[in-house]
């Protein structure tokens, strides 16, 4: 009983000593720590309006155009398509390696059985046959622990971590591009039924023309030549009614997929008319701009991941210490395995140092800082196309604005003179063909109309995927990483 006493003190001992050594183990992590790199950002975006706090981005922006139908396509959506599908299991995958890179920094227990019958050679021993014929019995519990002195299995939980935010992101990116292709698509279905409604009411506005030139030949008081050019006028517009329809179909299939349903008809809510403008969408201070785009935070997640990969890097140079225990019990009787003469226990500490590599860590190093120069310029390059993104998408909503104005008011011209046109021949003033021209000049301005509008309507679209808007907040975010690894100072990005 003393000897075991003794012997229970020092294996308490040792195991408290290794045990404030890995405590004073996780207090240092080599290598740089991350901070968000300099970046030149305008003090408001160009092309709007006074800069203000408020972000269309705020909202969920496909309500803008108080359109039920709308609303209900983009909710089926996001609930069915199957890009948003596949990036949340992304988002899945990068979450199970953040567990898997904290797991090395854990104990690990494994529970051994062995059970093993051998037969010593016959010239091993002048022993009798039976003697050299036996059977292990043996039943272990082994642990191992590696201690992080030197911050390499944090740096790798810290990349991880970045990943997994940074696939959150992604998700969030592929969420805005997926709203942002339903509303157009659906702006762009609702301009092809306006400009399918427009064919066919010309089509029987040139009908009617056509049927009248046709009686008063047969009335003996026109000409052949009516006839033919009415007819002519008539078949290149009723050309149009399948083209329409054919274009209609397939937008109608493109939206089918972006909902993940089979294709088939599209429900519609608003019709997209002259009366229709589009709202009015705040740009928001540009200095919010980098916080919500999804694309620009995953780009940063990704420089972030590298900067602490480089720690990880570093710390390969330097020797790791680990812990090993295994207590059991063994015996080549199976009876006597229960009794306390079969147990054996042990306690052991290992050192693995690096000697020489033939410059396999130093070229790992040098690739670690050769990717946070990547990603370095990858962020910026990505800040920089969103600024970017949000002066073209306002430019853009300014001038089909004024396009869509200039359209309207030639269409409402050309309706006036075909009115025109149709008094004066009916009062006999002027012939036909007055009111053939006034027609023919009426059905494009018409159509381009319709396209002016559906473009003014798409450049709000295009806005809020410039902004970043469409999204949810309930996400994790970038702080999350930060607030679950500990604060360093921050160090410049360079070797």
């Known amino acids: 009983p003393a000897i075991q006493r003794r012997e229970a003190a020092a294996v ?7 045990a404030v050594l890995a405590l004073l183990g996780g207090c240092r992590s080599l290598g740089p720590v991350y901070h968000r790199p300099a970046l030149e950002i305008p003090a408001e975006h160009r092309d709007a309006a006074p800069a203000g706090t408020v972000s269309g981005a705020d909202q969920a922006w496909w309500q803008v155009f108080a359109d039920p139908a709308l609303e209900r396509l983009v ?27 904290r797991s090395e920094g854990r104990p690990t227990v494994d529970l051994g059985l062995d059970l093993s019958r051998a037969r010593l050679s016959d010239s091993g021993s002048g022993t009798a046959l039976s003697d050299r014929i036996f059977t292990s019995h043996q039943a272990a519990l082994g642990a191992s622990w590696e201690l992080d002195l030197w911050g390499r299995i944090r740096r790798s939980t810290e990349a991880a971590w970045a990943d997994y935010i940074g696939s959150e992101e992604g998700r969030r990116a592929v969420l805005v591009a997926l709203i942002g292709d339903v509303a157009q698509a659906y702006l762009e279905l609702l301009a092809l039924d306006w400009q399918l409604a427009i064919t066919q009411s010309t089509v029987e506005t040139r009908r009617s023309t056509r049927d009248l030139f046709q009686r008063r030949l047969d009335g003996g008081v026109g000409s052949e030549l009516e006839v033919t050019r009415a007819a002519g006028d008539l078949a290149g517009v009723e050309a149009d009614v399948p083209v329409f329809l054919s274009l209609i179909s397939q937008k109608e299939h493109a939206i089918c997929l972006l909902l993940g349903r089979m294709p088939g008809p599209i429900e519609r809510g608003v019709a997209l008319d002259v009366e229709r403008s589009a709202p009015q969408v705040p740009a928001g201070l540009p200095s919010t ?14 420089l972030r991941a590298s900067v602490a990969r480089v720690g990880v890097a570093k710390a390969d140079y330097l020797p790791r210490v ?8 063994e015996s080549l009787d199976l009876a006597s395995l229960g009794s306390g003469d079969a147990a054996f226990w042990s306690l052991g500490a290992g050192l693995l140092a690096p000697l020489f590599s033939g410059g ?27 600024f970017r993104d949000v002066a073209d998408a306002l430019t853009v909503l300014r001038r089909s604005r004024e396009v869509s104005i200039l359209q309207a008011a030639q269409v409402t011209s050309r309706r006036r003179s075909l009115e025109l046109a149709t008094k004066r021949f009916v009062g006999e003033l002027a012939s036909y063909f007055e009111v053939l021209d006034a027609q023919r000049e009426l059905f494009p301005s018409e159509l381009l109309l319709a396209s002016a509008k559906r473009n003014e309507l798409l450049a709000v679209v295009r806005l809020y995927r410039a902004l970043g808007g469409g999204w949810d907040a309930d996400a994790p975010s970038a702080s999350a990483c930060e607030r679950a690894l500990p604060a360093q100072p921050a160090v410049p990005l360079a070797k």
């Open 322 to 329: 680990s812990l090993t225990a295994a207590l059991g019990l």
């Open 75 to 101: 909710r089926e959506a996001l609930a069915n398509n199957q890009d948003l599908n596949l990036a949340a299991a992304r988002v899945e995958e990068t979450r199970a390696y953040v567990g898997l890179a």
């Open 360 to 386: 396999r860590l130093e070229a790992n190093e040098q690739a670690a800082w050769a990717v946070v120069k990547q990603n370095e310029a990858a962020w910026k390059k990505a800040a920089q196309s969103a």
């Open 289 to 302: 701009l980098l916080e919500r785009r999804p694309d620009v935070r995953a780009a940063e997640q990704a």
């Open 12 to 18: 308490l001992k040792t195991v408290l000593s290794l």
